[in-house]
Nanobody, 125 residues
Framework: VQLQAYGGGLVQAGGSLRLSCAAS????????MAWFRQAPGKEREFVAV????????YYEDSVKGRFTISRDNAKNLMYLQTNSLAPEDTAVYYC???????????????????WGQGTQVTVSS
């Protein structure tokens, strides 16, 4: 399985970006896919997760109401619509997919076996 994240960029505070994550691989069937982000000097942190079949979503508190995670199963694509962006949202955003059978929390880095290369989101004030 290979993941490729794209769609980042430079935006002013209050602006929006749509991040995408394309998955490829002969048998791609995760239980969940997620977005994490990592700011300079900080640990990678959970942003949002979606279950691949049911589409159930969970969000980190600071992005609730501003970010929306979604997926297109037929195209093996996952999205993160980011609205009302603030300077504190500046980070490299990573997409991730888990492997079936991993029982770690969906909110933790350790849950995910596959990672994209990251896409930079920079929000200016």
């Amino acid at each position: 399985v290979q993941l490729q994240a794209y769609g980042g960029g430079l935006v002013q505070a209050g602006g929006s970006l749509r991040l995408s994550c394309a998955a490829s691989g002969r048998t791609f069937s995760p239980y969940a896919m997620a977005w994490f982000r990592q700011a300079p000097g900080k640990e990678r942190e959970f942003v949002a997760v979606i279950t691949w079949r049911g589409g159930v979503t969970y969000y980190e508190d600071s992005v609730k109401g501003r970010f929306t995670i979604s997926r297109d199963n037929a195209k093996n694509l996952m999205y993160l619509q980011t609205n009302s962006l603030a300077p504190e949202d500046t980070a490299v955003y990573y997409c991730a997919a888990d492997a079936q059978g991993n029982r770690e929390s969906m909110y933790t880095v350790g849950r995910y076996a596959y990672w994209g290369q990251g896409t930079q989101v920079t929000v200016s004030s």
